[in-house]
């Protein structure tokens, strides 16, 4: 039997995030679209060359974008909406970013020649964006309407086949497939669904035009069937696959993040030549899929784990695998694409090298797969060298003293119910709170970070160099920090914030500072667009050694008499956004980040904080797929938020700030956290996202946010009013707070001033009319 090696995609960004610094170039007019191109080919070159010198038989194409596979997607179906005045052929450059970050009158997109500029001259706010399923990645909601049209308005898919195929690589081109992007879609006045019929003689188009061009499989993702299912996706999978698997290359049908489930039926009969399984997150599947598999479906096994960075224990997965390696071909993959993980470990200097001798990246990944492909084809003889070494390193984690802390255990052990619950329901420590903060109506307030500036970034990098010493960088950023806390005060904000510029990310400075996590220099993962994230290894039990934000609350709170926030990251934030210890479940590590943060909590209030905020952005992104699977996940996730900040008084106000997320399904435990406020992202939805809230008639005050920081696109007064407006049309106006979606550290200064100061003014605006209004 034939055992073949592949992946199902590389990471985009480069190595030395090279694919960032080049969209960043461009944005700002540096550089033009020619300039850009050439560093896009040069970053997919080189992951072709890489993957191929490391041993896979079959490499993608078109797992590349320049910011977005979904909105790739929906560029190649030319699903572009009215308000970027599109008029239909090739979508263009500026027609793209304007879809991913907005464009505003003469700034923020740029023009296919590389000029500044939006689509067409439209003003026009960015597509919303969102979790890709329960990972970190984010992707651009495609935007359906009635009535809507299709057309093929991209060549990617082809091009970069070709492109590939110029430099002696076959490759298999990989395609989001149609019916995981109708279901990823918001319809307006339409079903996306129903749609199917229209969509599907594009993704024909583009079959054909591959087979013409000499591809002879092509991988189409369908994750969507890891998820429930109803009997219209079932439907469309079904009239998808009829159609799609003619007449064209293979398909190789790809599904990730979970179990098929009660879906293998469904799957294994669609007539694919080809089904990849994630045997990471669902190795009990490969039973129930081997033996329902016809004999003529190539089954692709994700037995390498394509989100995690821990290395694999080879001989278990050979003894796994060997059965069905012995009676039929087999490809070896990556649970889902390496898009999730560093690039390289190689590359990696600031490791304890304990701790990296556990660890494996995109290149060690698929190093792993060569050696379990010999192995399983030649004898584990023919690889003995590295399945020794492999075997060294899972029993040395196994048995390292970094892992566990007895004081850590015991710790866990004493935590009562009492714990977890404030002393007074939110009716009573509204009126405290109330008395000891004097706010007014509609509160004005950040989210957190403000600009990391280049100065800010370049004097946190010669201080990690050495280039000045902890004084000197220390004197610069209270400066800073001054100077931001004396502008918050100027323009009339209620409730302020330090800036956060100490910190380098809202988990990795955590992190840092508490025992149990590694961090890197170089492992860089893609957010979204060009945005990197480096996240912290969790490798061991949590303890807090000393306090964390203390001081820097302390020096911003003297500068002022007005609230200063306290700032910190919740426990299942730090969880979701790091890669975790998969050798205990998530929620024991999930309880020990929360005793660290409560200890930061209850120091914070000893020092005279009146307002601490536990931001809890990735709450529902670590949702399960399953929604059997919901509730014992919200629980043990809303009883960590509530371990972190049930122990203060009834005067001190705790918030909660949550990322894009749809909130309607899980609103009582939202409820259950009992935050006193929550902010929430709402601009880009118009404030839709409320419209669950005011259903469930949540009891505690929100900020839904009125200004969208993810796009460089400067929001009027006039619009964020409009907002507030809305807003008070769902909840009533006295549980309103107005803040902008998400911290601003990402933006410049030149955005944030112009947006902050209207934000304030449409607060008081509202003050005024609803004092109008009661009188």
Same mark, same amino acid.
């Given at each position: 039997?034939t ?40 970053? /997919? ?16 194409s ?11 997607t ?7 909406p009215?308000?970027y ?5 090739k ?14 009158? @003469?700034?923020g ?13 439209l ?65 307006? #006045? ?29 991988? $189409?993702?369908? +994750? ?9 996706q /079932?439907e ?32 294994? #009969? ?10 990471v997150?669902?190795p009990?599947?490969?039973?129930? *899929? ?10 692709s ?22 059965? *069905? ?11 889902c694409?390496?898009?999730?993980? +560093? *690039?390289?470990?190689a590359?990696?200097a %600031?490791?304890?090298?304990?701790v990296?001798q ?5 290149v060690?990944?698929?190093g ?9 084809? &030649? ?10 070494a =492999?075997? =060294? ?7 390292s ?9 015991a ?8 714990m977890?619950h404030?002393?007074s ?29 280049? !100065? ?11 280039? $000045? ?10 400066v ?14 209620d409730?302020l914030?330090?800036?956060?510029? !100490?910190?380098? #990310?809202?988990?990795?400075?955590? @992190? ?21 994230? /480096? ?28 609230p ?5 990251t ?17 929620? %024991?590590?999930?309880r ?9 909590? $209850? ?54 700030h949550?990322c ?14 009992d935050?006193?406020v ?7 939805? &118009? ?13 505690? !005050? ?7 920081i ?8 006039? !619009? ?9 049309k ?31 003014a ?14």
């Amino acid at each position: 039997m034939t055992i073949s090696v592949a992946t199902l995609g590389f990471p985009r960004i480069g190595p030395r995030r090279e694919l960032k610094f080049a969209l960043e170039s461009f944005w700002s007019g540096k550089s033009d679209a020619d300039a850009l191109s050439l560093a896009a080919q040069g970053l /997919r070159a080189a992951a072709w060359a890489r993957q191929k010198a490391l041993g896979a038989d079959i490499i993608p194409s078109g797992d590349f974008s320049l910011y977005d596979h979904v909105l790739d997607t929906s560029a190649m179906l030319g699903a572009v909406p009215a308000r970027y005045g599109w008029d239909g052929g090739k979508v263009r450059l500026d027609t793209y970013f304007a879809m991913a970050r907005g464009a505003q009158g @003469g700034r923020g997109a740029q023009d296919a020649k590389g000029h500044e500029g939006c689509a067409h001259g439209l003003d026009s706010t960015a597509q919303e964006m969102t979790k890709w399923f329960d990972t970190n990645y984010h992707y651009m909601v495609p935007e359906l309407v009635a009535g809507q049209e299709f057309a093929l308005s991209s060549g990617k898919a082809v091009d970069e086949f070709l492109e590939a195929k110029a430099l002696g690589y076959h490759t298999r081109p990989v395609l989001l497939g149609p019916v995981t992007w109708l279901t990823l879609a918001k319809g307006k #006045d339409v079903a996306p669904l129903s749609l199917l019929d229209s969509v599907l003689p594009v993704y024909e188009e583009v079959l054909a035009q591959l087979a013409r061009a000499g591809a002879d499989w092509v991988q $189409i993702d369908e +994750p969507c069937l890891v998820l429930d299912l109803d009997d219209d996706q /079932r439907e469309a999978l079904k009239l998808a696959y009829r159609r799609l698997s003619v007449n064209g290359p293979k398909v190789m049908l790809a599904t990730y993040f979970g179990a098929l489930g009660d879906n293998v039926e469904l799957a294994t #009969d669609l007539p694919v030549h080809g089904l990849h399984i994630d045997l990471v997150r669902a190795p009990e599947q490969l039973d129930a *899929v081997w033996r329902r598999a016809r004999p003529d479906l190539l089954l692709s096994l994700g037995v390498i784990d394509g989100r995690n960075v821990w290395r694999a224990d080879l001989d278990a997965l050979i003894d796994r695998i060997a059965p *069905v390696a012995a009676e039929r071909d087999l490809v070896l993959a990556p649970s889902c694409s390496l898009l999730h993980v +560093p *690039v390289d470990l190689a590359i990696e200097a %600031a490791l304890d090298p304990e701790v990296g001798q556990w660890l494996a990246f995109a290149v060690q990944k698929i190093g792993e797969l060569a050696v379990l492909a010999q192995a399983l084809d &030649q004898g584990a003889g023919s690889v003995a060298e590295p399945l020794a070494a =492999a075997r =060294a390193a899972v029993a040395a984690r196994r048995t390292s003293p970094l892992i566990h802390n007895p004081a850590v255990a015991a710790r866990l052990a004493a935590v009562d119910a009492g714990m977890t619950h404030r002393a007074s329901p939110f009716a009573d420590r509204r009126a405290a709170q109330q008395a000891r903060l004097g706010l007014p109506s509609f509160p004005t307030t950040t989210i957190g970070s403000f600009p990391q500036t280049p !100065e800010v970034r370049k004097a946190r990098a010669a201080h990690i160099k050495g280039e $000045i010493d902890d004084l000197a960088y220390e004197q610069f950023l209270r400066v800073e920090t001054a100077a931001t806390v004396e502008w918050q005060e100027k323009i009339g904000l209620d409730v302020l914030v330090h800036g956060e510029f !100490e910190r380098n #990310d809202m988990v990795q400075y955590f @992190g840092e500072q508490l025992s149990g996590f590694a961090f890197t220099r170089s492992a860089w993962v893609q957010s979204y667009g060009s945005r990197c994230v /480096r996240p912290p290894i969790l490798y061991g039990d949590v303890a807090r050694p000393k306090p964390m934000t203390v001081d820097w609350w302390r020096y911003a709170q003297s500068l002022t008499g007005r609230p200063m926030k306290g700032m910190l990251t919740g426990p299942v934030t730090i969880l979701n956004w790091s890669f975790v210890r998969d050798d205990q479940p998530r929620s %024991a590590s999930c309880r020990e980040i929360a005793l660290a943060i409560r200890d930061e909590v $209850i120091d914070l209030e000893a020092a005279g904080a009146a307002v601490i905020q536990i931001d809890e952005a990735a709450l529902r992104e670590g949702l399960p797929l399953r929604r059997a699977d919901w509730q014992a996940y919200l629980d043990w996730a809303v009883d960590c938020f509530r371990l972190t900040s049930s122990g203060v008084r009834d005067d001190t106000q705790i918030h909660t700030h949550m990322c894009y997320s749809e909130f309607n399904d899980i609103l009582p435990s939202i409820g259950a956290m009992d935050a006193d406020v929550i902010s929430i992202e709402t601009a880009r939805s &118009q404030m839709e996202l409320l419209d669950a809230f005011a259903d469930y008639a949540y009891p505690n !005050e929100i900020g839904p946010g009125v200004y969208d920081i993810h796009a460089p696109r400067i929001p009027a007064e006039a !619009e964020m009013t409009e907002l507030l407006t809305l807003a008070g049309k769902r909840l009533p106006a006295e549980q309103l707070w107005v803040n902008p979606d998400c911290g601003l550290k990402t933006r410049k200064w030149e955005e944030v001033r112009p947006a902050l100061i209207a934000m304030v003014a449409a607060a008081q605006r509202m003050r005024v009319r609803g004092a109008y209004d009661a009188a």
